[in-house]
């Protein structure tokens, strides 16, 4: 046999092997929230003498918790969690809105919207393309139309879907959207405020935020402008306290709308239990209604405080944190 065929079968062989090894690396499976490490070589089986410890659940996504039950996502596929973090309603939607006024909006690979109780007993049929929490005793829904309206707790259509979208009741009235401009309605389905608004959220503590002229300000009930509509962005009243931005950058206002912390933040959140989340350098800590920062900036995520503590993420791991900076890891 010639040298150079001898040559061409051994850099065959060698280029096989090489592929044979590049494909065995790529059989390695992401595991969610957990580092991906080299495929080790095959060693014999061994019998273990005891039963290895269970790794507490990772979920790729774990919302707050609303009525004693929080939504989970693995992989592609909602649930819910108790206060244990036992799963109670396993993971088969494609989707799911918290719990609200003892039901939850979920939805099926079809995509269709129905609404479920804590045992996950089907309550309102899957037959609607969105759907929104019940508040006040209605939830927003939307028909294969593409048209909102509203329903009570026994699926009757009490508000026809005739809007081009809505939002929750709160204080007697929800933002409607028809014909690209934002107005209110009442639970009769009374137009109490006119459809004039690019935007507008459900009211809170008296005054709901609207946008008009591309500037975010407030109203009150009767549509009258409390706060100007002069910020980039704003968000409902919690706790007394709303964020707005300006320049890109986001503080907190009063009622009066005098701002009582400064536009100095690059995100935040609304008041909880007295605390606010904030975010710099991509790092999130919380503030006290003065402006001072009580939970130093070092989280990756937060969410608010609930019962005295609030969830926190940092390096890969999740727990919670208390309104002394003490933590406690999952």
Same mark, same amino acid.
């Given at each position: 046999? /010639? ?36 495929? /080790? ?13 269970? !790794? ?198 009063? /009622? ?66 208390? !309104? ?7």
């Amino acid at each position: 046999m /010639k040298k150079s065929t001898i040559s061409i079968i051994l850099l065959t062989l060698l280029f096989l092997g090489s592929i044979e090894t590049f494909a065995q690396k790529q059989i390695v499976r992401r595991v969610p929230n957990e580092s991906v490490v080299p495929q /080790k070589q095959a060693q014999p089986t061994k019998t273990p003498t005891h039963h290895a410890p269970k !790794k507490k659940r990772r979920y790729d996504c774990l919302d707050e918790y609303s009525e004693g039950l929080a939504r989970v996502c693995n992989d592609y596929d909602w649930g819910f969690i108790d206060k244990s973090g036992t799963l109670v309603i396993p993971f088969k939607y494609t989707n799911a809105r918290s719990f609200h006024e003892g039901l939850a909006a979920v939805s099926l690979p079809n995509g269709r919207y129905g609404f479920i109780d804590k045992s996950d007993t089907e309550v309102i049929p899957f037959k609607y393309t969105n759907a929104r929490s019940f508040h006040e005793g209605l939830a927003a829904v939307s028909l294969p139309n593409g048209r909102y309206g509203f329903i009570d707790k026994s699926g009757t259509e009490i508000i026809p879907c005739k809007y081009g979208n809505a939002r929750d009741f709160s204080e007697g009235l929800a933002p409607i959207g028809l014909f690209g401009k934002w107005g209110f309605i009442d639970k009769s389905g009374t137009e109490i405020i006119p459809c004039k608004y690019e935007d507008a959220d459900s009211f809170s503590e008296g005054l709901a935020n609207v946008c008009l002229n591309y500037k975010w300000g407030f109203i009150d009930k009767s549509g009258t402008e409390i706060i100007p509509c002069k910020y980039d962005w704003a968000f409902s009243f919690s706790e007394g306290l709303a964020q707005i931005r300006l320049n890109g950058k986001w503080g907190f206002i009063n /009622k009066s709308g005098t701002l009582v912390i400064p536009c100095k933040y690059d995100g935040s959140g609304s008041f909880s239990e007295g605390l606010a989340q904030i975010r710099l350098n991509d790092k999130y800590g919380f503030i006290n209604k003065s402006g001072t920062k009580v939970i130093p900036c070092k989280y990756d995520l937060v969410y608010s405080f609930h019962d005295g503590r609030a969830r926190v993420q940092l390096n890969g791991k999740y727990g919670y944190v208390n !309104k002394s900076g003490v933590e406690t890891w999952d």
